[in-house]
Nanobody, 127 residues
Framework: QVQLVESGGGLVQPGGSLRLSCDAS????????IAWFRQAPGKEREGVSCISSGDGTAYYADSVKGRFTISRDNAKNTVYLQMNSLKPEDTAVYRCATVPSYYCGYRWHAPSEYDHWGRGTRVTVSS
Protein backbone atom coordinates (compact mmCIF):
# COMPACT_ATOMS: atom_id res chain seq x y z
CA GLN A 1 0.00 0.00 0.00
CA VAL A 2 1.39 3.35 -1.04
CA GLN A 3 2.16 5.47 1.98
CA LEU A 4 3.53 8.99 2.31
CA VAL A 5 4.60 10.44 5.64
CA GLU A 6 5.54 14.07 6.09
CA SER A 7 7.75 15.46 8.84
CA GLY A 8 9.75 18.55 9.69
CA GLY A 9 7.02 21.03 10.44
CA GLY A 10 6.95 23.25 13.49
CA LEU A 11 6.94 26.78 14.80
CA VAL A 12 9.45 29.21 13.30
CA GLN A 13 9.91 32.97 13.39
CA PRO A 14 9.48 35.08 10.28
CA GLY A 15 12.63 34.94 8.20
CA GLY A 16 13.49 31.49 9.50
CA SER A 17 13.87 28.18 7.70
CA LEU A 18 12.46 24.68 7.85
CA ARG A 19 13.04 21.54 5.84
CA LEU A 20 10.09 19.26 5.28
CA SER A 21 10.50 15.61 4.37
CA CYS A 22 8.12 13.29 2.57
CA ASP A 23 9.03 9.64 3.12
CA ALA A 24 7.55 7.12 0.73
CA SER A 25 6.97 3.45 1.39
CA UNK A 26 5.61 0.49 -0.55
CA UNK A 27 6.57 1.98 -3.91
CA UNK A 28 9.64 3.15 -5.76
CA UNK A 29 9.72 6.90 -5.61
CA UNK A 30 11.87 7.37 -8.69
CA UNK A 31 8.94 6.38 -10.90
CA UNK A 32 6.58 8.91 -9.38
CA UNK A 33 6.17 12.62 -9.61
CA ILE A 34 5.86 14.27 -6.19
CA ALA A 35 4.28 17.58 -5.26
CA TRP A 36 3.86 19.61 -2.11
CA PHE A 37 0.58 21.31 -1.30
CA ARG A 38 -0.47 23.46 1.59
CA GLN A 39 -3.74 24.53 3.10
CA ALA A 40 -4.22 27.36 5.52
CA PRO A 41 -7.37 27.68 7.65
CA GLY A 42 -10.26 28.96 5.57
CA LYS A 43 -8.31 28.76 2.32
CA GLU A 44 -8.20 26.35 -0.58
CA ARG A 45 -5.44 23.82 -1.00
CA GLU A 46 -2.56 25.40 -2.88
CA GLY A 47 0.07 23.70 -5.00
CA VAL A 48 3.48 24.79 -3.70
CA SER A 49 5.99 22.81 -5.72
CA CYS A 50 6.40 19.76 -7.90
CA ILE A 51 9.39 17.69 -8.98
CA SER A 52 9.36 15.38 -11.97
CA SER A 53 10.65 11.85 -11.62
CA GLY A 54 11.93 11.76 -15.18
CA ASP A 55 14.41 14.62 -15.26
CA GLY A 56 14.07 16.25 -11.85
CA THR A 57 12.56 19.43 -13.25
CA ALA A 58 11.04 21.51 -10.48
CA TYR A 59 8.08 23.86 -10.53
CA TYR A 60 7.05 26.42 -7.94
CA ALA A 61 4.09 28.59 -7.10
CA ASP A 62 4.84 32.27 -7.59
CA SER A 63 4.27 32.84 -3.88
CA VAL A 64 7.27 30.67 -2.93
CA LYS A 65 9.58 31.05 -5.93
CA GLY A 66 13.08 32.00 -4.84
CA ARG A 67 12.44 30.96 -1.22
CA PHE A 68 11.53 27.26 -1.42
CA THR A 69 13.50 24.45 -3.01
CA ILE A 70 12.21 20.97 -3.73
CA SER A 71 14.57 18.04 -4.09
CA ARG A 72 14.48 14.28 -4.06
CA ASP A 73 16.76 11.51 -2.84
CA ASN A 74 15.66 8.40 -4.67
CA ALA A 75 18.05 6.22 -2.69
CA LYS A 76 16.27 7.24 0.50
CA ASN A 77 12.84 7.31 -1.16
CA THR A 78 12.39 10.82 0.19
CA VAL A 79 11.44 14.22 -1.18
CA TYR A 80 12.37 17.41 0.61
CA LEU A 81 11.03 20.93 0.68
CA GLN A 82 13.57 23.45 1.92
CA MET A 83 11.76 26.59 3.02
CA ASN A 84 13.75 29.75 3.60
CA SER A 85 12.76 33.34 4.39
CA LEU A 86 9.50 32.12 5.81
CA LYS A 87 6.61 34.52 6.13
CA PRO A 88 3.48 34.42 8.32
CA GLU A 89 1.44 33.75 5.17
CA ASP A 90 3.34 30.47 4.75
CA THR A 91 1.53 29.13 7.80
CA ALA A 92 -0.41 26.04 6.75
CA VAL A 93 -0.59 22.26 6.85
CA TYR A 94 1.80 20.95 4.22
CA ARG A 95 1.09 17.67 2.47
CA CYS A 96 2.95 15.73 -0.17
CA ALA A 97 1.17 13.92 -2.96
CA THR A 98 2.21 11.58 -5.71
CA VAL A 99 1.14 10.32 -9.09
CA PRO A 100 2.75 7.59 -11.26
CA SER A 101 4.02 9.97 -13.90
CA TYR A 102 7.43 11.00 -15.18
CA TYR A 103 6.56 14.67 -15.43
CA CYS A 104 4.71 17.26 -13.38
CA GLY A 105 2.65 18.52 -16.29
CA TYR A 106 1.02 21.88 -16.77
CA ARG A 107 -1.67 21.04 -14.16
CA TRP A 108 0.83 20.09 -11.46
CA HIS A 109 -0.81 22.53 -9.05
CA ALA A 110 -4.23 20.85 -9.24
CA PRO A 111 -4.95 18.46 -6.33
CA SER A 112 -7.10 16.29 -8.60
CA GLU A 113 -3.98 15.24 -10.55
CA TYR A 114 -2.66 13.19 -7.59
CA ASP A 115 -3.87 9.91 -6.25
CA HIS A 116 -1.96 9.39 -3.02
CA TRP A 117 -1.54 11.85 -0.20
CA GLY A 118 0.22 12.08 3.10
CA ARG A 119 -1.53 13.29 6.23
CA GLY A 120 0.46 16.48 6.49
CA THR A 121 2.78 18.39 8.78
CA ARG A 122 1.91 21.75 10.30
CA VAL A 123 4.05 24.82 9.72
CA THR A 124 3.48 27.92 11.80
CA VAL A 125 5.38 31.12 11.08
CA SER A 126 4.94 33.57 13.90
CA SER A 127 6.91 35.83 16.19
Amino acid sequence: QVQLVESGGGLVQPGGSLRLSCDASAFTLNKYTIAWFRQAPGKEREGVSCISSGDGTAYYADSVKGRFTISRDNAKNTVYLQMNSLKPEDTAVYRCATVPSYYCGYRWHAPSEYDHWGRGTRVTVSS
